[in-house]
Structures are given as C-alpha cells and as structure tokens.
C-alpha cells in the first residue's frame, strides 16, 4: 500500500516534470482529442484546451459550475482508443481549478506511471477507481461520443450502424423499429454532412415513431444541421404545438434539442425568439422547453434584447425558483455574462424583472 510519504513524493515528483494534462499526453507518446460534453457534445481544439489549462481563457462550456470533459487518446502503433471522463471545479470567473487538475494528474501518474495505454491491473484500477474526478456521461452522450471518436479515428461504424440505416432508408415498415440500435443512430448522425446521409434523413424524419425520433434528436444536437434538415425539424415543432396535445411536450423538448449546435443558424434564431415572444398557450413555453434553450441553445442569444425578452418570459410564466436556477445557469455563461450584466442594470426591465433579480442578492 502507497504510504503518504510516498503519495506526496510521487505528487512532487509529478508536479516537478509535468504541468498539464496536455503534456502528460505528450510525454506519453499518445495522439488525443478533448470534447466538452457538459452541455452538449463540442470538441475542444488542442489550443483551446491548453489556454484553459494554463488559465489564459475561463471555460467556454460551464456547467453546474464544472468542466465536464471527454479526453481519448491512443498510440501510434495501436489506433484503439482509451477514454477518460473527467470533471472539474471551476471558480467564479470560470477559470480551471488548477489544484484538481494537478491532484487528477497525480492519481494517473501514480496509478499508470508513463504507460497510460496499459491495460491496469487490480491494484492500477482500484486506485483510477478511486479518482474523485471521475464521472460516468448518461448513456446517449456515451453513444454519440463513440460515434464520433471512431470517425475521428478512422475505425469502423458499430455493428448496429447497417440496421439503423436500413431502418432509416424506410426499406421496413416504420413500425418495425425494435431492432434499431441507439449507437447505430449515432452512427449515423455523426455522418450527416454526407449528401445521401441527409436526404435519408429528410425522407425519414416525417414518418418516425418516439421511440426512434427521440434518441435520434439526442444525437442530433451535436451536430451542426443543412438548413432543410433544420426547416423540417421546426415545422415538426410548430405542427405539435398547433395540435394542442400535452401528451406531446417531451417530443416538442427532443426536437427543440435537436437543433442546439444549429441554434446560431438565422432560421433558428428566429424561431427560438418566436417562442420566447410568444404566449405560452401558443408556445409551449413550458418548463422544460425553457430549460432545453438556457441549457442547450444558449448561444443563439447574441444580444442585451433577446435576453431580456427570455427573463421577461420567464417571470411572467415560469414559478421564480425556475427563473433563479436558469438566471445562474447563463450568467456563468463567459460568452453571455457581459450581457446579462447589462440586463441587470436597464433601466428597460421591468418591475416583476428587477424584483426577481433582487431577489438572487438576498440571503
């Protein structure tokens, strides 16, 4: 058993040589790619990830006030691919705990040495067990991120990739859905920028029972949509909502989800601001749909007035407790705090606004 003398020296000896999960990867002789996978699923590009490390940028994806990271990497000589799923603290300006980072890169060291492509033994695997910055990602992030790491690393579609196509294709009935996999329908959203991957894909969408449509939308916020995709998937949306059916709120969820990484898209935009402004006996602005847009569509906020007309709904339809929590949410957002600052002070807002924001300072 490793005594606290020897913890701390190997700490130090860690720390001593290596200051950065990107150089302890580098000194391992691997190839990497690092994905935030708190919100959705974003790849975080080499220099972006070094820039958090170093604490040069806060992190662009906060959520619950962590880092929530997807880092794969593999050796040259062998492409299959390890996986660590890591979390960290963040502080109030959004800016990587440092000390758990450095504490994550200790316990690895410790427990691999230099080889982080061995296969752990007992005792390896209890000590990686034991890291408190391990987390387990819900199963359809899991999914999407193993379609995506086998394109990324040039392996093969999973074995369920050739059933969701045929399913998609519509050569079955449409009700014959049992057999389709999830991680085959992440298989094949990852390709959706292929030409043919697309028109399946329009051909399909009008025609797909819950129990397909709904994993289906979960891939598909990953990926940014060709506008038709986008047009059908809003029509779908404002089809439900015309028919009135409650019974429809989580598939209008799922599709709304849909288009987080197309949010930034003009008819997106549009769309998700026709929410906001509308009623919410038109609009479906229910609790869940306001959290899907703070949570996942976050980024088609570009402005002070958007904003502002998002908490205005907010307090005019949804209890305080739920304008609180999301309120917290995006202010922590670095890309949207400058403008929820600016929220908090117009003059604009109104008095059930500024009561509700006054109401955050109280103990």
Same mark, same amino acid.
């Given at each position: 058993m ?49 820039k ?30 390890y ?30 040495g ?98 397909? @449509?709904?994993?289906?939308? *979960? ?7 060709? %506008?038709?995709? +986008? =047009?059908v $998937? #809003? ?9 009135k ?9 799922? @599709?709304?989800?849909?288009? *987080? ?7 997106? %935009?549009?769309? +998700? =601001?026709? $929410? #906001? ?19 996942r ?21 949804q ?9 917290k949410?995006?202010?922590a ?10 929220c908090?002070r ?18």
């Open positions: 490793t005594s606290l003398f020897d913890y701390y020296f190997i700490y130090y000896l860690a720390m001593s040589t290596i200051t950065s999960i990107s150089e302890l990867l580098k000194l391992s002789g691997s190839q990497y790619r690092v994905f935030d996978i708190g919100r959705k699923i974003d790849k975080l590009s080499k220099e972006t990830f070094t958090i490390e170093s604490n040069q940028i806060p992190y662009p994806f906060p959520s619950q006030g962590h880092a929530f990271l997807a880092i794969t990497f593999w050796q040259k000589q062998n492409s299959q691919p996986l660590w799923f890591v979390k960290f603290p963040l502080d109030e300006r959004g800016l990587l705990n440092l000390v758990a980072r450095d504490h994550f890169i200790a316990i690895i060291i410790e427990a691999l230099a080889e982080l492509d061995t296969t752990p033994n007992e005792k390896q695997e209890e000590l990686l067990k034991s890291n408190p910055y391990h987390f387990t990602p819900p199963q359809y992030k899991l999914a999407y991120l193993n379609s995506l790491i086998s394109v990324e690393t040039n392996n093969k579609n999973s074995q369920y990739f050739s059933g969701a196509l045929s399913y998609l294709t519509g050569e079955n009935n449409w009700q014959d859905w049992q057999s389709v996999g999830v991680q085959g329908l992440n298989d094949f959203a990852v390709r959706l920028s292929d030409k043919s991957t697309q028109k399946t894909l329009l051909n399909a969408l009008p025609h797909l029972p819950e129990p397909v @449509l709904h994993p289906l939308c *979960s891939a598909l916020e990953n990926v940014k949509l060709p %506008v038709d995709v +986008i =047009d $998937l #809003i029509a779908k949306f404002k089809h439900n909502v015309i028919s059916d409650n019974s429809q709120t989580a598939e209008l969820s799922f @599709l709304l989800r849909s288009l *987080s990484s197309s949010c930034e898209h003009p008819h997106v %935009v549009q769309f +998700i =601001d026709s $929410l #906001i402004n509308q009623s919410s006996s038109d609009a479906f602005f229910s609790e869940e749909i306001a959290i899907v847009i703070a949570g569509c976050w980024q088609v906020f570009n402005n002070e007035q958007q904003i502002m007309n998002f908490f205005e709904s907010l307090i005019a339809q209890e305080v407790e739920v304008f609180q929590a999301i309120f949410d995006l202010v957002i670095p890309s949207l705090r400058p403008l929820v600052f600016q908090m117009s003059p604009n807002r109104s008095d059930a606004l500024s009561k509700a924001i006054g109401m955050l300072f109280q103990r």
